[in-house]
């Protein structure tokens, strides 16, 4: 990759971190909608995204630490984390691949849509749909490269599993467990790490905390919202129609 392409990508890599954090999530989706507008190949994509996603996912889970309920996670952490170490470990053909992460990103863009609030007192999870429900996610962390957090924040909040705050907590903790599960399961794999990722991780960091900051304390979280599902439905497109 020349200079000015790796540019561009630590550029938006540091955007789409600070974007994300300031909503509670690691932004592996983001990422991988920049690599993909940037032209990498899935084999740089999804390696990347997960260490990157490790990273900002440890920031949100250290934040929102005291909001989270063991109770409201072990049910989907449970099968997920091997399964996303499976996802991990295989890579899906390049056209596969490409309409597999297409869709999930569509499906992110309208997931960031779906309103937030919940009416009612939160209900723990029901066991028989949980430990599926987390499989699932799982599985499809580990073969895209992303957490799971974007499907298992709305999950939890339209089936009152949890109120905002404990769903951001519980889903940072997920994001950051799959991401790790994945990542081992791709080095298992005997697949090299990208060696790009250096300045990545700095950009992602940097993006980290100022979006913790900034979402906390001044940025709408709705606006931001809006303008991360507009770059998702581009990249998508991109994947699934080009």
């Not at 939160?122 to 987390?134: D, E, K, N, T, V």
Request: aromatic share 12%.
């Amino acid at each position: 990759m020349d200079w000015t392409l790796l540019s561009w990508v630590t550029a938006g890599v540091f955007i789409i971190a600070t974007l994300y954090a300031s909503v509670g999530h690691a932004g592996a989706s983001g990422y991988v909608a920049v690599m993909t507008l940037a032209g990498l190949a899935p084999t740089v994509v999804k390696p990347t995204a997960l260490i990157l996603n490790i990273l900002v996912a440890l920031i949100a889970t250290w934040q929102f630490a005291p909001y989270c309920e063991w109770r409201r996670f072990w049910p989907f952490a449970l099968l997920a984390l091997p399964l996303a170490f499976v996802g991990g470990y295989f890579t899906a053909p390049p056209e596969v691949f490409k309409r597999l992460v297409g869709g999930v990103l569509w499906l992110s863009a309208i997931r960031l849509w779906l309103p937030k609030s919940v009416e009612g007192e939160p209900r723990f999870p029901s066991i028989a749909l949980a430990l599926p429900s987390g499989a699932a996610i799982g599985l499809l962390a580990g073969l895209t490269g992303t957490g799971g957090g974007i499907f298992l924040t709305p999950l939890l909040l339209l089936a009152r599993w949890a109120e905002t705050k404990t769903a951001s907590a519980v889903s940072a903790a997920f994001i950051l467990g799959n991401s790790l599960a994945g990542l081992l399961g791709y080095v298992a794999s005997a697949s090299p790490l990208p060696a790009l990722i250096w300045p990545l991780l700095v950009a992602a960091l940097a993006g980290g905390w100022l979006g913790s900051y900034l979402g906390s304390r001044r940025l709408p979280p709705r606006v931001i919202e809006r303008a991360l599902s507009a770059v998702l439905i581009v990249a998508g497109g991109k994947l699934l129609f080009g």
